[in-house]
């Protein structure tokens, strides 16, 4: 069973601190990694993708792959009331037909 | 630039009963993937259409069907409708296999 894991949280930082959402994958051949971002009773929108080792930065986001550990991470910088969401990885395991499979998704609030 | 819609909204079928989910593709993207989303779990993957042929397929049985039409919009049709189908339907659009972006959904409700 090739999985995808989050913790399901809820993950709870002050106004203006770093949030830090882990994610860990069980194939090793995965190859492209996704961040989503989801308000409650909205669809998924993409935040991120990464497909190669290291860090890659976009505004406020940050995302960390690990291909070697098998995890992949999101930094949220200058944490705002507005990023309380839930926050979903997911990963491109059968590359042949760009199948996602995500995790469960962890709930971010974000306390003012 | 035309995002991803899907149609309808809501829907509310009882069990037995048949459903056809719409979608319309961003514009440029000729790949539509279905997901499947329980409340308060990940999307499953459903299938994915790529130029009208299906590209893959998740762990749903085969009362879950769906079509890609030429202008790259797609359908799901799901028969026999039970109990456990009550989520959130996505669908997702990209050119070929880059980053998936998703419609609002369609939440069906099986009484």
């Known amino acids: 069973q090739k999985e995808v894991e989050q913790n399901s949280g809820p993950l709870s930082v002050p106004e203006g601190a770093i949030a830090s959402l882990n994610c860990t994958y069980s194939?090793?051949?995965?190859?492209?990694f996704f961040w989503y971002r989801q308000y409650s009773g909205k669809s998924p929108e993409l935040i991120m993708s990464i497909y190669s080792n290291g860090d890659k930065e976009d505004g406020r986001f940050t995302a960390q792959l690990n291909k070697a550990s098998q995890y992949v991470s999101l930094l949220i910088r200058d944490s705002q009331p507005s990023d309380s969401a839930t926050y979903l990885c997911?990963?491109?395991?059968?590359?042949?037909?760009?199948?996602?499979?995500f995790g469960g998704g962890t709930r971010l609030m974000v306390k003012p | 630039e035309t995002g991803v819609t899907q149609s309808p909204t809501h829907l509310i079928k009882t069990r037995g009963q048949q459903v056809t989910l719409r979608c319309s593709s961003q514009?440029?993207?000729?790949?539509v993937s279905w997901y499947q989303q329980a409340l308060g779990q990940g999307p499953q993957f459903i299938f994915q259409y790529y130029r009208e042929e299906e590209n893959g397929r998740g762990n749903f049985p085969p009362r879950f069907s769906g079509l890609q039409f030429p202008n790259y919009s797609s359908e799901l049709n799901v028969n026999a409708l039970e109990l456990d189908d009550s989520a959130l339907y996505l669908c997702?659009?990209?050119?070929?296999?880059?980053?998936?972006?998703f419609g609002p959904g369609t939440r069906l409700t099986v009484l």
């Open positions: 514009s440029g993207h000729n790949t």
């Open positions: 997702a659009s990209s050119l070929a296999y880059n980053e998936q972006f």
């Open positions: 194939d090793r051949g995965s190859q492209s």
């Open positions: 997911a990963v491109n395991i059968d590359n042949a037909g760009n199948m996602l499979t």
